[in-house]
């Protein structure tokens, strides 16, 4: 009863900060308490392996090799800059970057829309049209290999019945059908989550917003514009976001279905990446590729934050 | 006057009519994606179930003449997918437990106790978003090297528990914000640890937040492919989705479509039933980090 006074009393007077351990407040020695297994594991397994990056960036460094890691400046850097199958890479992801940017936003827009109407069975739409995004991605692409089959596919077999070919094609085995092909899996893959997210912003948009807009004489299309799609910002912005970077540092699809080929069509950074690391075991090489990523990455962040401040209306 | 009442109602009738064609659009919509978004899923499962000849003919048959359940066998028998499975498990409740104990202690933190710094600590607990995925994976290769731990369940645990962390920080500190302050005052007041009031009044409340951070750690793990490919090289230690994807690397694994798509379906159906039963859960998680943002 007494402690319980005497600790309430020095809360009142002089607040927890008072209470001064080596610069420390007592909350603070317990936050750091608190934070400390976290701040641990962060150190151990993100920071030192960041810092680590950045140096072994600089090394030239065969995983198994007799050599040991050797000092070379920008080497890397500049090597890449001399490689074909760098540009390729860059070229390669930009090409999914543009089409991943679009592609599922414009998948996603309309079911958001249709599904933030008042229907019947609308939370049935919403768990089935996210079943994808949960799909292991090495199932997903197991089963679109299949589909896209050149002799047993379904794809081939619909489009063949109905007369829009004459002959099977081999969607994941020519240039300009793969990345395209990739890239319908990828959509389906995430057009539930940026369709979720968008629905999420459309219900931010209250009964008061549109009746006040009607008032104003909006309808139609001038009620898209000027009050759905800025108050579908945010939302916007995290779907953007998302699906810029996922382009940047993709791997998972292409590895299963196409493993970058044919002839490199589709070698993303990321694949480029890991075939230099356990293929050619170029350590130094690959991580200097993997600060690339990281840069443009950055770069996607803080510029999706700009368009995230500019005014839509 | 008699103008305005005129007008009025046929304003009324034509948006109601706009609105009922639109909806009807917007049904038949969303149900033909639906038909193409479940597509894939109704293949897989399908095609599963034929034999090797109704997988390898032109044209393919929708369904199989009789269900074959035996590829499934086949599929089991061929290749440890028990044993990938159960790594993966134990990869997911682990990352699970270790999230949540790390996360609920970093947001009560920040949430109830006055520190200085409060931005600076959380943009440093936000900082794994940052360099998740391919940019990590080889600095943190060779430190896991370092330390031993490739080529052991820990060398995934750790990074996933890591990477997922944000997330569930964020979601729980959004969480804890909306609980009255006074519950930990009173504690305090009546001489409570900061560490019991976590546990034994602070926890209790946080569960339904401790279920989303669950099924979103537990969804991830178990899809997780970049990591679970480079940090594990032992056959009898892969998880579900790199096993799936290095089927044909088990000798005598048959590579007939049929028994590959069994095992596709055998690993899908965990997460799905996962979801299925979390669902609402789950799509809240998403909302709350979309519309915060």
């Not at chain 1, 945010?234 to 940047?248: D, E, Q, R």
């Not at chain 1, 699809?253 to 075991?281: D, K």
């Not at chain 2, 009738?13 to 609105?19: A, D, E």
């Not at chain 2, 931005?119 to 607990?125: C, E, G």
Request: charged share 10%; proline share 6%.
């Amino acid at each position: 009863m007494t402690t319980a006074r005497v600790s309430r009393d020095t809360l009142r007077s002089e607040g927890p900060r008072a209470k001064r351990k080596g610069g420390l407040t007592r909350h603070e020695w317990t936050a750091l308490a608190f934070l400390a297994p976290m701040l641990i594991l962060f150190t151990i397994f993100l920071l030192i392996p960041t810092l680590a990056g950045f140096t072994l960036a600089f090394q030239d460094w065969a995983l198994g090799g007799v050599k040991a890691p050797e000092w070379v400046g920008f080497g890397n850097y500049v090597r890449m800059t001399q490689e074909w199958r760098f540009w390729n890479s860059l070229r390669v992801t930009l090409t999914y970057a543009v089409g991943l940017v679009f592609l599922p936003y414009m998948v996603a827009l309309p079911l958001a829309l249709f599904m933030n109407m008042k229907i019947k069975g609308r939370a049935v739409f919403r768990t089935l049209f996210f079943l994808p995004v949960v799909t292991p991605i090495t199932a997903a692409g197991l089963v679109f290999v299949y589909l896209f089959n050149t002799d047993f596919g379904i794809v081939n077999t619909v489009l063949t019945n109905i007369g829009l070919i004459t002959e099977p094609i081999s969607w994941l085995g020519r240039g300009e059908t793969a990345i395209p092909t990739t890239m319908i899996m990828i959509i389906w893959s995430q057009a539930g989550f940026n369709a979720i997210t968008l629905l999420s912003g459309l219900q931010t948009i209250t009964q008061d917003i549109l009746e006040a807009a009607a008032l104003d004489g909006a309808k139609g299309w001038s009620l898209f514009r000027y009050i759905t799609l800025p108050m579908l910002k945010p939302a916007t912005v995290v779907v953007i976001t998302f699906s810029l970077v996922g382009a940047f540092k993709m791997f998972g699809p292409i590895y299963v279905m196409t493993q970058g080929g044919p002839h490199r069509a589709t070698e993303v950074l990321g694949m480029y990446l890991y075939e230099n690391a356990f293929h050619y075991y170029q350590i130094g090489y690959a991580t200097a590729l993997g600060t690339v990523i990281f840069l443009i990455c950055l770069a996607v962040n803080a510029s999706m934050d700009r368009v995230g401040q500019v005014d839509w209306r | 006057m008699t103008a305005v009442t005129r007008v009025a109602p046929t304003h009324h009738q034509r948006i109601t009519f706009g609105k009922v064609i639109s909806r009807t659009l917007g049904i038949i919509t969303l149900i033909v994606s639906l038909v193409v978004f479940m597509f894939p899923f109704f293949w897989m499962i399908s095609c599963s179930l034929k034999t090797l000849g109704e997988v390898s003919v032109f044209p393919p048959p929708i369904l199989p003449a009789k269900a074959q359940f035996v590829n499934y066998l086949v599929a089991f028998q061929s290749a440890p997918l028990l044993r990938y499975g159960l790594n993966s498990l134990i990869v997911c409740i682990s990352v699970i437990i270790l999230v949540i104990g790390m996360t609920s202690l970093a947001a009560y933190a920040l949430v109830f106790l006055d520190i200085r710094f409060k931005k600076v600590v959380f943009l440093i607990l936000m900082a794994p978003q940052m360099v998740a995925g391919v940019t990590l994976m080889l600095p943190l290769f060779i430190v896991l090297l370092e330390l031993k731990l490739l080529n052991t369940l820990p060398a995934l645990i750790i990074p996933y528990a890591v990477l997922y962390s944000p997330f569930s920080t964020m979601l729980l500190r959004g969480y804890l914000q909306t609980l009255p302050k006074d519950l930990v005052e009173a504690a305090r007041v009546d001489g409570a640890t900061e560490l019991w009031t976590l546990t034994r009044v602070i926890f209790p409340l946080l569960k339904p937040a401790l279920g989303t951070v669950a099924i979103f750690c537990f969804i991830w793990s178990w899809n997780e492919f970049l990591y679970a490919m480079v940090f594990i090289q032992k056959p009898m230690l892969r998880t579900v989705s790199v096993g799936l994807a290095l089927l044909n690397s088990i000798p005598n694994f048959p590579p007939q479509t049929n028994i590959i798509l069994a095992a596709a379906t055998a690993i899908t159906i965990p997460v799905l039933v996962v979801f299925a039963t979390m669902q609402r859960q789950f799509i809240e998680g998403i909302t709350a980090g979309a519309v915060k943002s």
